[in-house]
């Protein structure tokens, strides 16, 4: 699958970088990888905030077909699902 990840600016300025954070993220812990992520910025000294999103996109053949769908003009069928959220566990 692939791994979607949205961070603040403030992740690249303490210096944490694309191929760092993919290592980190290989945690089959998505929010234990996110929290060590969150840590080593701290470690840097980050002078900026930092914010960090992922999620991890399994797809298989059903995916490709409703994307197909889509491209087609049909709706395929959307589910969702709310993902509980990773506190920041650190000093206030």
Do not use: F, H, Q, Y
């Not at 699958?1 to 944490?16: K, M, P, Q, Y």
């Not at 969150?38 to 490709?64: F, Q």
Request: proline share 7%.
């Amino acid at each position: 699958g692939d791994l979607l990840v949205l961070c603040s600016d403030g992740v690249e300025t303490a210096g944490v970088g694309v191929e760092e954070m993919g290592g980190i993220l290989d945690d089959p812990d998505l929010a234990n990888g996110i929290g060590r992520i969150i840590a080593r910025c701290r470690e840097l000294g980050a002078p900026d905030n930092v914010t960090i999103a992922a999620m991890r996109v399994e797809a298989g053949p059903e995916v490709a077909t409703a994307v197909m769908k889509a491209v087609d003009g049909e709706a395929p069928e959307v589910k969702t699902a709310v993902l509980p959220a990773v506190k920041d566990a650190g000093p206030s």
